[in-house]
């Protein structure tokens, strides 16, 4: 399968506990997107990676947030001192900027479902 | 910032029927996105639209690019049972990639 991956599918957690989500792309797209889902809304940014760099940081997260991206490739999304409002779907997505041209677009992976009891 | 709004929420409707929906944006979007959700999983990509204007279809959904850029529609012709989900639109920020996406509408199909 070449899609989008990502690990773990489920994550059940105690409050102030840290977790730490991991994300496969597309082998040959650069750009890595993370979202946010919560029940009954559509994804929200959370921020991007284009190769290596983190590129833009939604307000949405917060500085118990980090994402990295070491050798542009697969990326992960840190959580620390996890709150019951951390609980929703985790989701990542790819994409090619090529030289020049737009920003192709964006496929999703199956998500991370966290809850945080 | 900006906002998608999505219509609408929710749709009942009998297998074999046509569905139409829609999606009207604050501001404009350059490339307009349908995704399909089913429970527990990622989106799926549909259908890409990346000229004002453009009409394309994938199998019997139909999807245009809003002449204004501030909106776009799907349509699903025939619809059957498989169609069952939440059907998100999105614009996607030309120079960053990322995407703006409304708050979905569920489609239901009654066999």
């Known amino acids: 399968d070449t899609g989008v991956s990502q690990d773990p599918r489920h994550k059940i957690t105690k409050r102030g506990q840290n977790v730490t989500f991991r994300c496969d792309p597309i082998?040959?797209?650069?750009?890595l997107y993370w979202y946010r889902q919560t029940l009954g809304q559509g994804p929200e940014f959370l921020t991007y990676?284009?190769?290596?760099?983190?590129?833009?940081k939604s307000r949405l997260l917060s500085d118990r947030f980090s994402a990295e991206r070491p050798k542009g490739s697969f990326s992960t999304l840190e959580i620390q001192r996890t709150e019951q409002g951390d609980s929703a779907m985790y989701l990542c997505?790819?994409?090619?900027?090529?030289?020049?041209?737009?920003?192709?677009?964006?496929?999703f992976g199956q998500g991370t479902r966290l809850t945080v009891v | 910032g900006q906002q998608l709004n999505q219509s609408p929420q929710s749709m009942f409707i009998q297998e074999g029927e046509d569905v139409s929906m829609n999606c009207t944006s604050s501001?404009?979007?350059?490339?307009w996105l349908w995704y399909k959700q089913d429970p527990g999983e990622g989106p799926v990509l549909l259908i890409a639209?990346?000229?004002?204007?453009e009409l394309t279809s994938n199998g019997r959904l139909t999807a245009q690019f809003g002449i204004t850029r501030k909106d776009s529609f799907l349509n699903i012709s025939a619809s059957i049972p498989s169609d069952v989900g939440i059907y998100f639109c999105?614009?996607?920020?030309?120079?960053?990639?990322?995407?703006?996406f409304g708050d979905g509408t569920t489609l239901t199909v009654k066999p």
């Open positions: 997505a790819s994409s090619l900027r090529g030289r020049g041209s737009a920003n192709t677009e964006a496929f």
């Open positions: 082998s040959e797209h650069n750009r």
């Open positions: 990676f284009q190769n290596e760099a983190q590129l833009e």
């Open positions: 501001s404009i979007f350059n490339t």
């Open positions: 639209l990346y000229k004002a204007g």
């Open positions: 999105a614009g996607q920020d030309t120079n960053a990639g990322k995407s703006t």
